[in-house]
């Protein structure tokens, strides 16, 4: 009732004959409360009038201070309450759009005008007024006027009748108090067609004349008589009590009218659901359809939102209760189970039970193989889902039920060739029921498996790699191998070539980094012992490696993306070099040009890549060519990130540059472990290759001002023993390199040797390599031609001449090796020697320059500088074009240059001259 | 060690004299007592490049400085950072003068490697000590050529010209040039006469007559590529340092020379406008402060390079000595030999 009081200029009277109204509703009400069903239901209903109670109780408020303004005589106050009540009818827009323009709205518009116009006749009124008003009257008087035309119409309709629509605002307000609120709409219209046929001829005398007055505002010359009864009428509207009883009478035809309405309603639903179903828009409807589906079980919009926990209990027996299965049925439910996917509050767990639920219904009621492909599709697809976060991993008996699932699906369709799938199918033009046609299924098989293998990889990136779980799980590789090979099959029958692309890729994925240990022995056992570069020639063209050319080659051939491309190429060359096939993977890469453009591929490819460049470095070292090895590996460790750039886990100072964000991303990219490089190896075959060069180059520069490191890591590991206060046994990897190096610095192989190859690097690096003892001989007889070039360079300076022979027997190296070597040595000018053929010696030129020779050139080059910086300072004292400078500069210039030339012939040719000549050209430049 | 450099100065007289004060010979016994006493600091002290000091105490006799103790300043380490070092000379002064010894400063001593000690630090310490105590010198004692078998010993004071600049702390390239001042002005060296009592002189002489042959032969010695390599070695750190100051001198008369044109054009033009405006009869521009548009570039301190130039040259004095001693020595090898 309080309510009621709210909404304003209302009578006593009225409010009684309200109070006697409610008799009379109670029925009505209690009949509708039978048709809902819950509490729920009434709930959701008032959520619905509420959004128009507000609104419409906004505006009523509003009108009533314009009222109480109006009666002060307030303009400014009016003017100011007008403008809000506009912005508040805006904001109601698209209630009043359903409901049509609220009947009490027109009322105040048409009395705000009539109102307005009264006192801007008032000529002797307006003088009194305050500056204020005057100014608030009549901007109200123009705002009003434009206004008005909009509602002209209803305007009109009002003045006609004037009281109805005042009677009607109030009886608005009744029912809503009286609880069971949807009749109101019925009412109002309904009362209000009834009302305006018996009460417009009773009073319109009365309001012609208002009509008139308000009708042609234009023409402002109105007699004074016009604004009484205008007022009179406005006093007169709270006191017309005698209209109740004609009120009463509308109101309880209003009423039956209603009753009966409802009634018709209950009689057909069926015939009434299917036409209300169009015509949404009009919210009683709503409502009325509301209640009804809530009187049946089939799943409205409505109801679903409720979430899926009571609607998942209920479907299955909805089916069991005997309605007839067919597919249409089931496809329905199904998107009914799928509509909840994805909702908050949605059992995941229950939603694939149930899936799972209808699969059975389907294959007990024959429903055909295509129903049965799709609900699969959508049991994989949901277990994908079953983790609400990417990062999350599967849990394993999820796992066991996706290749279950995955596998049987395969199944079918191995065994039904009629079955097409594909994504580009559209929902609607599938087919699912058994017929002649040809099932057609949406859905993507490769997706899913796709999807299943970074599952898969996923759970390997997230299990302790040391634990026994890790080798449990990784026993599931083969199943996954094994879908994969079937989905190529099946692929390769029916797929297109973008999709037998990527399903190749798939399986090169999971065959590079694998070592074909079989071939290996095939090659081994049928070759004998020797183990010849053409063995490994041989070996291939066996098993997996016959497999990845194929499919590489295809995929060159046919993708059109360029990733696979690249993929499937990085793949095969790292399965060339790990099977040891150095020069395919070598002229693969170099054929590629992928290291041009490597740094534009996104990181997994990235990461790729440099597992590719560290296996063929490892390759390279295996086949004896240290240099390439040197070169591939060069990158990846100089950086001192080879285990983030290769994927194999996250470094631990980049912690704090890093948010949690980026590493959870950077998680994601790792390598499972199974496929890891070993990176002891990959830095001890390094730092063995930065030896093997970087000592005799060591040897060979030792004066030379301007040496460059080979391999800067290589030294930090030197200077890092070199600095140790007390020097003990080697112990770790490094430890024994620089160990090593240290020995051969002085040229003795035997220790460099023994530091090198021993039990303790054997089982930590050596053995790792699939043939192990062909690498050892390879790598000591490495290590004795290096000592042999690092001990010509370091002692050749003592010695007159040298035996070949001794040489052979100091590094055990035969005769035409070590003879080559030194020849070697002597075209590329690297030792200043002469070999004598019939003594089979090395005769020593001695042209070296000693230290004290070297440090004088350098000295000399320094003061060349100086003297060109200095005579720059002179130029600018003196200006450019200063004459003596200009000839002194050139001079200078040209000892400078003169200088320079002897400095290179002199490097170039040192064997040219003799001691004397030396110091001869050195007095010649100065 | 000891008995070499007795030998390398048989008569045994020591006398300092310099320029300004024209100072000579000193008295006998404690002169030898001074350098031994040096050379003992060094020995146990310094060690490599790393450099010891020392105060010198004597007094002025006539044009003559001299020399007659020493003592050296004890060695800083981390531990007494803050140690009060003229607390200890003078405290060192006071205890001397108890005992009747000479307790007046007259300069200080320093060891040396490879003739490198012409640093900035040498040039303030000896300009606080010639400013204060007019007569102050400062002993170089060199070790290294010390132990091939020549006493190296070498008095230094700072040249009249110096001091002025010193005192101006002038060290612009302006400055240095009206003082007109090069590497060859900056130090002057002062004789040195080393003088012994008779009595030491003669127990010199029959010391020598006992000494064997083997003994002199470090004299001798060919190998002279080591110390060689050493002194180039500095003297290329030297060039170095001097080629770059050559380049920031050359950077800074660049920008100076670029600024003066900029500023010449600028006064061209509020000529030719003042000019205008003369003619038009209006009052000229006021004259506005030019110094305060075009700020002169920071001159770079010269001083630095004087000294390196200072330092270089006396490296090079150093390895012609070297040389020229050693080529000596190898002729005469080559004429021993081919008189073999």
Same mark, same amino acid.
Request: aromatic residues 8%; contains cysteine.
């Given at each position: 009732?309080?309510?009621?009081?709210?909404?304003?200029?209302?009578?006593?009277?009225?409010?009684?004959?309200?109070?006697?109204?409610?008799?009379?509703?109670?029925?009505?009400?209690?009949?509708?409360?039978?048709?809902?069903?819950?509490?729920?239901?009434?709930?959701?209903?008032?959520?619905?009038?509420?959004?128009?109670?507000?609104?419409?109780?906004?505006?009523?408020?509003?009108?009533?201070? /314009?009222?109480?303004?109006?009666?002060?005589?307030?303009?400014?106050?009016?003017?100011?309450?007008?403008?809000?009540?506009?912005?508040?009818?805006? =904001?109601?827009?698209?209630?009043?759009? !359903?409901?049509?323009?609220?009947?009490?709205?027109?009322?105040?518009?048409?009395?705000?005008?009539?109102?307005?116009?009264?006192?801007?006749?008032? =000529?002797?009124?307006?003088?009194?007024?305050?500056?204020?008003?005057? =100014?608030?009257?009549?901007?109200?008087?123009?705002?009003?006027?434009?206004?008005?035309?909009?509602?002209?119409?209803?305007?009109?309709?009002?003045?006609?009748?004037?009281?109805?629509?005042?009677?009607?605002?109030?009886?608005?307000?009744?029912?809503?108090?009286?609880?069971?609120?949807?009749?109101?709409?019925?009412?109002?219209?309904?009362?209000s067609f009834l009302k305006k046929k018996p009460e417009a001829p009773s009073e319109a005398t009365k309001f012609l004349k208002s009509a008139k007055g308000s009708g042609d505002e234009s023409s402002s010359s109105d007699e004074d008589d016009d604004d009484d009864d205008d007022e009179d009428w406005g006093s007169d509207q709270s006191g017309s009590s005698g209209e109740t009883s004609d009120k009463e009478e509308g109101k309880t035809s209003s009423m039956s009218m209603l009753f009966l309405k409802k009634s018709q309603d209950t009689e057909k639903p069926g015939v009434r659901?299917?036409?209300?179903?169009?015509?949404?828009?009009?919210?009683?409807?709503?409502?009325?359809?509301?209640?009804?589906?809530?009187?049946?079980? +089939?799943?409205?919009?409505?109801?679903?939102?409720?979430?899926?926990?009571?609607?998942?209990?209920?479907?299955?027996?909805?089916?069991?209760?005997?309605?007839?299965?067919?597919?249409?049925? $089931? $496809?329905?439910?199904?998107?009914? /189970?799928?509509?909840?996917?994805?909702?908050?509050?949605?059992?995941?767990?229950?939603?694939?039970?149930?899936?799972?639920?209808?699969?059975?219904?389907?294959?007990?009621?024959?429903?055909?193989?295509?129903?049965?492909?799709? /609900?699969?599709?959508?049991?994989?697809?949901? @277990?994908?889902?079953?983790?609400?976060?990417?990062?999350?991993?599967?849990?394993?008996?999820?796992?066991?039920?996706?290749?279950?699932?995955?596998?049987?699906?395969?199944?079918?369709?191995?065994?039904?060739?009629?079955?097409?799938?594909?994504?580009?199918? +559209?929902?609607?033009?599938?087919?699912?029921?058994?017929?002649?046609?040809?099932?057609?299924?949406?859905?993507?098989?490769?997706?899913? $498996?796709?999807?299943?293998?970074?599952?898969?990889?996923?759970?390997?990136?997230?299990?302790?790699?040391?634990?026994?779980?890790?080798?449990?799980? @990784?026993?599931?590789?083969?199943?996954?191998?094994?879908?994969?090979?079937?989905?190529?099959?099946?692929?390769?029958?029916?797929?297109?070539?973008?999709?037998?692309?990527?399903?190749?890729?798939?399986?090169?994925?999971?065959?590079?980094?694998?070592?074909?240990?079989?071939?290996?022995?095939?090659?081994?056992?049928?070759?004998?012992?020797? =183990?010849?570069?053409?063995?490994?020639?041989?070996?291939?063209?066996?098993?997996?490696?016959?497999?990845?050319?194929?499919?590489?080659?295809?995929?060159?051939?046919?993708?059109?993306?360029?990733?696979?491309?690249?993929?499937?190429?990085?793949?095969?060359?790292?399965?060339?070099?790990?099977?040891?096939?150095?020069?395919?993977?070598?002229?693969?890469?170099?054929?590629?040009?992928?290291?041009?453009?490597?740094?534009?591929?996104?990181?997994?490819?990235?990461?790729?890549?440099?597992?590719?460049?560290?296996?063929?470095?490892?390759?390279?070292?295996?086949?004896?060519?240290?240099?390439?090895?040197?070169?591939?590996?060069?990158?990846?460790?100089?950086?001192?990130?080879?285990?983030?750039?290769?994927?194999?886990?996250?470094?631990?100072?980049?912690?704090?540059?890093?948010?949690?964000?980026?590493?959870?991303?950077?998680?994601?990219?790792?390598?499972?472990?199974?496929?890891?490089?070993?990176?002891?190896?990959?830095?001890?075959?390094?730092?063995?290759?930065?030896?093997?060069?970087?000592?005799?180059?060591?040897?060979?520069?030792?004066?030379?001002?301007?040496?460059?490191?080979?391999?800067?890591?290589?030294?930090?590991?030197?200077?890092?023993?070199?600095?140790?206060?007390?020097?003990?046994?080697?112990?770790?990897?490094?430890?024994?390199?620089?160990?090593?190096?240290?020995?051969?610095?002085?040229?003795?192989?035997?220790?460099?040797?023994?530091?090198?190859?021993?039990? !303790?690097?054997?089982?930590?690096?050596?053995?790792?390599?699939?043939?192990?003892?062909?690498?050892?001989?390879?790598?000591?007889?490495?290590?004795?031609?290096?000592?042999?070039?690092?001990? @010509?360079?370091?002692?050749?300076?003592?010695?007159?001449? /040298?035996?070949?022979?001794?040489?052979?027997?100091?590094?055990?190296?035969?005769?035409?090796?070590?003879?080559?070597?030194?020849? !070697?040595?002597?075209?590329?000018?690297?030792?200043?020697?002469?070999?004598?053929?019939?003594?089979?010696?090395?005769?020593?030129?001695?042209?070296?320059?000693?230290?004290?020779?070297?440090?004088?050139?350098?000295?000399?080059?320094?003061?060349?500088?100086?003297?060109?910086?200095?005579?720059?300072?002179?130029?600018? !004292?003196?200006?450019?074009?200063?004459?003596?400078?200009?000839?002194?500069?050139?001079?200078?210039?040209?000892?400078?240059?003169?200088?320079?030339?002897?400095?290179?012939?002199?490097?170039?040719?040192?064997?040219?001259?003799?001691?004397?000549?030396?110091?001869?050209?050195?007095?010649?430049?100065? | 060690?000891?008995?070499?450099?007795?030998?390398?100065?048989?008569?045994?007289?020591?006398?300092?004299?310099?320029?300004?004060?024209? %100072?000579?010979?000193?008295?006998?016994?404690?002169?030898?007592?001074?350098?031994?006493? %040096?050379?003992?600091?060094?020995?146990?002290?310094?060690?490599?490049?790393?450099?010891?000091?020392?105060?010198?105490? #004597?007094?002025?006799?006539?044009?003559?400085?001299?020399?007659?103790?020493?003592?050296?300043?004890?060695?800083?380490?981390?531990?007494?950072?803050?140690?009060?070092?003229?607390?200890?000379?003078?405290?060192?002064?006071?205890?001397?003068?108890?005992?009747? %010894?000479?307790?007046?400063?007259?300069?200080?001593?320093?060891?040396?490697?490879?003739?490198?000690?012409?640093?900035?630090?040498?040039?303030?310490?000896?300009?606080?000590?010639?400013?204060?105590?007019?007569?102050?010198?400062?002993?170089?004692?060199?070790?290294?050529?010390?132990?091939?078998?020549?006493?190296?010993?070498?008095?230094?004071?700072?040249?009249?010209?110096?001091?002025?600049?010193?005192?101006?702390?002038?060290?612009?390239?302006?400055?240095?040039?009206?003082?007109?001042?090069?590497?060859?002005?900056?130090?002057?060296?002062?004789?040195?006469?080393?003088?012994?009592?008779?009595?030491?002189?003669?127990?010199?002489?029959?010391?020598?007559?006992?000494?064997?042959?083997?003994?002199?032969?470090?004299?001798?010695?060919?190998?002279?590529?080591?110390?060689?390599?050493?002194?180039?070695?500095?003297?290329?750190?030297?060039?170095?340092?001097?080629?770059?100051?050559?380049?920031?001198?050359?950077?800074?008369?660049?920008?100076?020379?670029?600024?003066?044109?900029?500023?010449?054009?600028?006064?061209?033009?509020?000529?030719?406008?003042?000019?205008?405006?003369?003619?038009?009869?209006?009052?000229?521009?006021?004259?506005?402060?030019?110094?305060?548009?075009?700020?002169?570039?920071?001159?770079?301190?010269?001083?630095?390079?004087?000294?390196?130039?200072?330092?270089?040259?006396?490296?090079?004095?150093?390895?012609?000595?070297?040389?020229?001693?050693?080529? #000596?020595?190898?002729?005469?090898?080559?004429?021993?030999?081919?008189?073999?």
């Amino acid at each position: 009732m309080s309510r009621f009081f709210a909404t304003g200029s209302d009578s006593e009277s009225e409010e009684s004959s309200s109070a006697d109204e409610i008799t009379p509703k109670a029925p009505g009400a209690t009949f509708k409360q039978s048709l809902l069903l819950s509490d729920d239901e009434e709930d959701t209903k008032r959520v619905v009038r509420s959004a128009k109670d507000k609104r419409f109780e906004e505006l009523t408020n509003l009108i009533k201070t /314009i009222r109480n303004a109006m009666k002060i005589r307030d303009m400014s106050k009016c003017l100011e309450e007008f403008e809000q009540l506009c912005r508040a009818f805006l =904001k109601s827009k698209n209630i009043v759009d !359903k409901e049509g323009v609220p009947p009490f709205y027109i009322r105040l518009l048409a009395d705000l005008e009539d109102y307005l116009n009264q006192l801007w006749e008032d =000529k002797e009124g307006k003088k009194k007024m305050n500056k204020n008003n005057a =100014k608030a009257l009549s901007t109200l008087r123009q705002k009003i006027r434009k206004y008005n035309r909009d509602f002209e119409s209803e305007i009109a309709a009002y003045k006609e009748n004037p009281q109805e629509s005042a009677d009607e605002e109030e009886e608005e307000k009744e029912p809503e108090d009286s609880g069971s609120s949807s009749d109101s709409e019925g009412e109002v219209s309904s009362k209000s067609f009834l009302k305006k046929k018996p009460e417009a001829p009773s009073e319109a005398t009365k309001f012609l004349k208002s009509a008139k007055g308000s009708g042609d505002e234009s023409s402002s010359s109105d007699e004074d008589d016009d604004d009484d009864d205008d007022e009179d009428w406005g006093s007169d509207q709270s006191g017309s009590s005698g209209e109740t009883s004609d009120k009463e009478e509308g109101k309880t035809s209003s009423m039956s009218m209603l009753f009966l309405k409802k009634s018709q309603d209950t009689e057909k639903p069926g015939v009434r659901k299917e036409e209300r179903k169009k015509k949404l828009k009009q919210k009683e409807r709503i409502e009325e359809e509301a209640e009804e589906e809530g009187g049946e079980e +089939a799943g409205g919009g409505w109801e679903k939102v409720k979430g899926g926990v009571p609607l998942v209990k209920e479907k299955p027996k909805m089916f069991a209760k005997g309605t007839e299965i067919n597919t249409a049925v $089931v $496809v329905k439910k199904l998107n009914e /189970i799928l509509q909840a996917r994805g909702k908050k509050g949605t059992d995941r767990a229950a939603q694939i039970e149930l899936f799972h639920a209808l699969a059975a219904i389907a294959a007990e009621n024959n429903l055909g193989q295509g129903i049965l492909v799709k /609900i699969k599709f959508n049991i994989i697809a949901s @277990l994908y889902d079953y983790n609400p976060n990417l990062a999350a991993f599967m849990k394993p008996d999820m796992w066991k039920k996706c290749l279950d699932c995955i596998d049987e699906l395969l199944d079918i369709l191995f065994e039904h060739n009629n079955i097409f799938i594909g994504e580009n199918i +559209a929902e609607d033009s599938e087919n699912l029921a058994v017929s002649d046609q040809p099932f057609r299924v949406r859905g993507c098989i490769l997706t899913l $498996v796709e999807r299943m293998d970074e599952e898969f990889t996923k759970i390997m990136q997230n299990t302790d790699p040391h634990s026994q779980e890790y080798v449990d799980n @990784l026993k599931d590789e083969g199943r996954v191998c094994g879908i994969v090979d079937r989905l190529l099959t099946y692929m390769e029958n029916k797929g297109s070539t973008e999709e037998i692309c990527r399903v190749y890729l798939r399986r090169i994925m999971h065959t590079y980094y694998k070592f074909d240990y079989k071939a290996h022995r095939r090659s081994l056992g049928l070759q004998g012992e020797t =183990k010849s570069e053409q063995d490994q020639e041989e070996s291939e063209g066996e098993d997996s490696a016959v497999i990845m050319d194929r499919l590489c080659k295809f995929i060159y051939a046919k993708d059109r993306t360029d990733r696979i491309r690249t993929c499937a190429i990085l793949c095969h060359i790292y399965h060339h070099a790990l099977h040891s096939r150095w020069y395919q993977a070598r002229d693969l890469m170099l054929m590629s040009h992928l290291q041009d453009n490597i740094q534009h591929a996104d990181p997994p490819v990235q990461i790729l890549y440099n597992r590719t460049m560290v296996q063929l470095g490892i390759c390279a070292f295996r086949q004896g060519m240290i240099k390439d090895a040197h070169n591939a590996l060069l990158d990846i460790q100089s950086s001192g990130r080879a285990k983030e750039l290769l994927g194999q886990g996250l470094l631990m100072r980049n912690m704090q540059e890093r948010n949690a964000e980026q590493e959870k991303i950077e998680k994601r990219r790792q390598v499972p472990f199974h496929m890891h490089i070993n990176l002891e190896l990959l830095e001890c075959v390094y730092l063995v290759s930065a030896m093997l060069l970087e000592i005799p180059y060591m040897a060979a520069h030792e004066f030379d001002a301007r040496r460059r490191m080979i391999s800067k890591q290589f030294h930090h590991q030197l200077r890092v023993g070199e600095r140790q206060p007390l020097l003990g046994p080697p112990e770790s990897m490094r430890e024994h390199v620089v160990a090593a190096s240290k020995a051969m610095k002085m040229g003795d192989w035997r220790t460099c040797h023994s530091f090198i190859i021993n039990e !303790k690097m054997n089982s930590k690096v050596w053995d790792l390599f699939p043939e192990a003892q062909r690498v050892r001989e390879m790598l000591v007889r490495k290590i004795q031609e290096e000592s042999l070039r690092t001990y @010509l360079f370091t002692y050749s300076s003592v010695y007159d001449s /040298i035996s070949m022979a001794t040489l052979s027997e100091m590094f055990e190296l035969e005769m035409p090796t070590v003879h080559s070597i030194i020849s !070697k040595m002597i075209i590329n000018e690297e030792l200043m020697a002469s070999l004598d053929q019939p003594t089979q010696t090395v005769v020593m030129h001695r042209t070296e320059p000693t230290s004290l020779q070297n440090m004088a050139l350098q000295l000399a080059e320094k003061l060349g500088n100086l003297v060109e910086n200095n005579e720059r300072v002179f130029d600018l !004292k003196q200006g450019v074009y200063g004459g003596y400078f200009n000839r002194d500069q050139k001079g200078g210039y040209q000892q400078k240059q003169s200088y320079q030339r002897d400095q290179k012939s002199y490097q170039q040719k040192q064997s040219g001259y003799q001691r004397g000549g030396y110091r001869n050209q050195n007095q010649g430049n100065y | 060690m000891i008995f070499q450099l007795v030998i390398v100065f048989p008569e045994g007289k020591c006398v300092i004299a310099t320029g300004g004060l024209t %100072i000579s010979s000193i008295s006998t016994s404690k002169v030898t007592q001074v350098v031994l006493k %040096i050379i003992k600091h060094y020995q146990e002290e310094g060690q490599g490049s790393e450099v010891v000091q020392g105060v010198l105490l #004597g007094l002025v006799v006539d044009d003559r400085l001299e020399i007659t103790n020493c003592f050296p300043f004890p060695q800083h380490t981390e531990d007494d950072a803050d140690f009060d070092e003229v607390q200890y000379q003078m405290e060192m002064m006071r205890s001397l003068r108890h005992v009747n %010894i000479d307790h007046l400063h007259v300069g200080w001593y320093q060891s040396t490697y490879y003739g490198s000690f012409v640093s900035r630090a040498l040039l303030d310490s000896q300009f606080s000590y010639q400013h204060a105590i007019e007569e102050s010198v400062v002993l170089i004692y060199d070790p290294i050529k010390t132990a091939q078998g020549s006493l190296s010993l070498k008095a230094y004071r700072l040249t009249p010209k110096l001091m002025e600049i010193c005192k101006e702390k002038d060290f612009t390239p302006e400055g240095l040039k009206k003082a007109n001042i090069g590497f060859e002005q900056m130090f002057e060296e002062v004789p040195i006469v080393i003088k012994n009592s008779h009595l030491i002189n003669v127990l010199m002489w029959e010391l020598e007559d006992k000494s064997t042959v083997a003994d002199k032969h470090e004299l001798l010695n060919l190998s002279s590529s080591n110390h060689l390599e050493k002194s180039l070695q500095l003297l290329m750190d030297r060039v170095d340092d001097m080629s770059q100051d050559i380049v920031k001198y050359n950077t800074y008369s660049r920008n100076l020379s670029k600024q003066q044109q900029q500023k010449h054009q600028y006064l061209q033009r509020r000529q030719q406008e003042n000019a205008q405006r003369q003619s038009r009869g209006e009052p000229p521009l006021p004259e506005e402060d030019i110094s305060k548009l075009f700020k002169p570039p920071q001159p770079p301190p010269r001083m630095d390079t004087l000294l390196i130039a200072g330092q270089i040259n006396n490296y090079c004095q150093n390895v012609k000595e070297f040389t020229s001693q050693n080529l #000596g020595k190898l002729f005469m090898a080559e004429a021993l030999q081919g008189h073999n």
